[in-house]
C-alpha cells in the first residue's frame, strides 16, 4: 500500500518550521482541521436540511432558532479555537468586534487568530464552491492579558500562518507557515486530510482573468484598459485570457493558483477601496500567493505591507500569477492621472 501523508503527520513533521512555537502553531492548524470538516458536513447537508438554509433569525419547525451557515461556520471555528487554549483572540467578519477569550488558559496564548469563516456566502444556496479563509498572528499585547485591538491590526508580513478550506467538487485546506503553500484533500471515507497538492506554485503567467465586469463602468480607467488588455487578440502572448468569475474568492483564488490567473476587486466610484477586507479575506491570501511565487497588489503597492487602521478595512486588490499582477498594475499606474 502507497504512504499517504495525512495532515496530522504533515504537522507533526513540520513542528520544527514554527521556530519559538512548542506546539502552539501546530495546535491552531488542528483546531482549524477539527472545525472545518464539522462545517463541510453542514455544508454537504445543506441541500436537504432546509433549515440551514433559512435567514438568520426566522424560526425552523421545531421552534429552534435558525443559522445561516456563515453564522454557523462562525461559531463552530471561534470555538474550536477557543478550545485549544492558545488563542487569545479572534476577529471575524461575522461580528462588529473582535472577540477577547475571558478564559485564563485562552489569555495565556501568545497568538490571535482572524478569519472569514465562510467566503463567498452568496454561492451557499446555489451549491456553488465557498470556502474560509483564516490568518494567525503573535500578540502585540501582554501575555496573560485580555487580547487587545493593536493584537488584530498588524500587517500581512507579521503573518506566522494563513490559509483557506475551500468546499468544492471535493474539500481542501491549504496553508502556509512561510514554508511554502501545502494543500490536503479531504477523504471523507476516513474523515482525514491527505497531502495532494505539496509546495504549490503560481504560474508565472496565465491567462484566466477573474473580476465582475457588471462593474466595468465603474472601474477607473487603468481597470478598464487592463481588462481590454486581456481581451484583446494576440496570439504571440496568449491573448485574450479566459474569463472566469465565481464570486468566491477562495474559488476563484484556488483555480488560478493551480492554473494561473489573476483575481481583482478593484476600486469603484461607489466603493473607492473596492470591496474586499484587508484583515480576512485580501491579507491571508496575499500571504499564500507570496509564498507560492505569486503577487497581490492594491494597485499601489504590496497588500502585505498596507497598515490597517481598523479590523474591517477594505483594500483594492489585485493577486495571482506575478506577471500578470505587474502587468495590470503597469495599467493602474500609467492610467493613474486620467479622468475616470
Ligand atoms: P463574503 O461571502 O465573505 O461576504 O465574500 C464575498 C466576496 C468574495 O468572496 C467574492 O469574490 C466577492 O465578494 C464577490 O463580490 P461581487 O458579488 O461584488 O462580485
Ligand atoms: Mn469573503
Ligand atoms: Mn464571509
Given at each position: ?12 513533521d513540520r513542528q520544527k518550521d514554527f521556530p519559538g512555537s512548542s506546539g502552539e ?138 490559509g483557506y478550506v475551500i468546499y468544492g467538487s471535493s474539500t481542501m485546506l491549504v ?105 480576512y479575506e485580501c491579507s491571508p491570501l496575499a500571504f499564500l500567493a507570496e509564498q ?49
Open positions: 500500500m502507497s504512504h499517504f501523508t495525512t495532515l496530522g503527520e504533515f504537522i507533526i502553531l501546530s495546535r491552531i492548524l488542528s483546531a482549524i482541521r477539527l472545525a472545518s470538516k464539522i462545517v463541510n458536513q453542514e455544508i454537504n447537508k445543506a441541500g436537504v436540511a432546509a433549515d440551514i438554509l433559512g435567514a438568520a433569525g426566522s424560526e425552523n419547525i421545531q421552534g429552534e432558532q435558525q443559522q445561516k451557515l456563515d453564522v454557523y461556520a462562525d461559531e463552530k471555528f471561534i470555538k474550536a479555537i477557543e478550545a485549544r487554549g492558545v488563542v487569545c483572540g479572534i476577529g471575524s467578519e461575522e461580528n462588529d468586534d473582535y472577540i477577547a477569550y475571558e478564559s485564563e488558559k485562552c489569555q495565556n496564548g501568545k497568538y490571535v487568530l482572524l478569519m472569514d469563516p465562510l467566503d463567498g456566502s452568496s454561492n451557499i444556496d446555489v451549491n456553488v464552491s465557498i470556502g474560509t479563509i483564516f490568518s494567525v498572528f503573535k500578540r502585540k499585547s501582554e501575555i496573560g492579558t485580555k487580547a487587545e485591538l493593536k493584537d488584530f491590526l498588524q500587517i500581512g508580513d507579521e503573518q506566522v500562518a494563513a496553508f502556509t507557515t512561510g514554508n511554502g503553500v501545502h494543500g490536503f484533500t479531504y477523504d471523507p471515507g476516513i474523515g482525514t486530510f491527505i497531502l495532494s497538492h505539496p509546495d504549490m506554485k503560481f504560474p508565472d503567467n496565465g491567462k484566466i482573468y477573474s473580476v465582475n465586469e457588471g462593474n466595468y463602468n465603474n472601474f477607473n480607467q487603468g481597470v478598464r484598459r487592463y481588462i481590454q488588455y486581456c481581451q484583446e487578440i494576440d496570439a504571440s502572448t496568449n491573448r485574450p485570457y479566459t474569463g472566469r468569475y465565481i464570486g468566491s474568492l477562495v474559488a476563484d483564488f484556488h483555480r488560478n493558483l493551480i492554473k494561473g490567473g489573476i483575481y481583482m476587486y478593484p476600486a469603484t466610484n461607489a466603493a473607492p477601496n473596492g470591496k474586499l477586507r484587508l484583515l507560492a511565487g505569486g503577487s497581490a497588489s492594491t494597485g499601489n503597492g504590496r497588500v502585505m505591507e498596507v497598515e490597517p487602521t481598523e479590523l474591517h478595512q477594505r483594500v483594492p486588490y489585485f493577486i495571482g500569477s506575478k506577471e500578470m499582477v505587474e502587468m495590470a498594475e503597469t495599467f493602474l499606474q500609467t492610467h493613474k492621472e486620467s479622468a475616470q
